[in-house]
């Protein structure tokens, strides 16, 4: 697969259309190659670098190390692995949907205490405003693969979820969103359930909170997949849903279609 950002007329069109504009590749600086590089990283998350592009997605999104950044539901810490060593001038929040969600971090600052001892830890969604992100402290606020999960249970938090990511968000404040990518056309396929979002949904929840779409870029675009498994996104790596069955294929198909979209919370 060809890393590349969009470029084409249409490409062009639909993202002017869509309120953003199109941004020309952004070289990752010398910190954050040297903290994807950190030898405190588990191998088994580095070997996802080649789907994941971190180095390219965290310079798309402008993250800077001495900023204020906020993880939202950073689960065993894939990115937190990063963002620890190259924010060490900076703040990072890890910010988990209840205290038990924390158990992924708490482990990486027991084996490595100097890296990831200064993060800071915030309940999100939260009703309590104690207990979340300080309203305007943040300068990015970062989420991976997770706005699907927002439609779960019983009640649909997605909208709240976009709300309060603005609200912590300093003004001028980025968002830098990667999720899973469910055609505008696709049929058959139950949004969020799969484990897939539209664009369109994905703009749409963030539109609403008051975010305008800034750039969206295609560095973790997948053509291979084909989005219409039975088990969902979690058939492909590194879930691998099915176990051995058809293994071999969707380990050449590689990880999900993602689209990394950066907005702005107006000044």
């Known amino acids: 697969m060809r890393h590349r950002f969009l470029i084409?007329?249409?490409?062009?069109?639909?993202?002017?259309?869509?309120?953003?504009?199109?941004?020309?590749?952004?070289?990752?600086?010398?910190?954050?190659?040297?903290?994807?590089?950190?030898?405190?990283?588990?191998?088994?998350?580095a070997a996802r670098d080649a789907y994941r592009h971190p180095a390219e997605t965290l310079a798309f999104f402008g993250v800077r190390p001495g900023?204020?950044?906020?993880?939202?539901?950073p689960s065993g810490g894939w990115y937190t692995e990063i963002l620890a060593p190259y924010?060490?001038?900076?703040?990072?929040?890890?910010?988990?949907?209840?205290?038990?969600?924390?158990?992924?971090?708490i482990r990486l600052q027991a084996a490595h205490p100097a890296v990831y001892g200064k993060i800071k830890f915030a309940v999100f969604p939260s009703a309590d405003a104690s207990a979340g992100v300080p309203a305007g402290s943040a300068d990015v606020v970062l989420t991976f693969r997770n706005v699907h999960n927002w439609s779960f249970g019983a009640t649909d938090q997605t909208q709240a979820a976009f709300d309060q990511m603005f609200a912590m968000l300093k003004p001028g404040g980025t968002l830098g969103l990667v999720e899973h990518r469910l055609p505008e056309d696709a049929r058959g396929i139950t949004e969020a359930q799969s484990g897939y979002m539209k664009r369109s949904s994905v703009i749409g929840f963030a539109t609403k909170a008051g975010f305008k779409l800034a750039a969206e870029s295609d560095i973790n675009a997948?053509?291979?997949?084909?989005?219409?498994?039975p088990g969902g996104v979690w058939t492909l790596p590194p879930s691998y849903a099915e176990k051995d069955v058809n293994r071999a294929r969707y380990a050449a198909i590689g990880e999900s279609d993602r689209m990394t979209l950066k907005f702005i919370k107006p000044r």
């Open 8 to 45: 084409t007329a249409v490409a062009a069109t639909a993202l002017t259309m869509a309120g953003g504009t199109i941004a020309a590749t952004v070289k990752p600086g010398p910190a954050l190659v040297k903290a994807v590089k950190a030898p405190s990283r588990t191998p088994a998350n």
């Open 67 to 73: 900023d204020t950044v906020v993880e939202i539901w």
């Open 87 to 105: 924010l060490a001038n900076g703040t990072l929040y890890a910010a988990t949907p209840s205290a038990a969600a924390r158990n992924g971090v």
């Open 222 to 229: 997948n053509p291979k997949d084909s989005h219409d498994y």
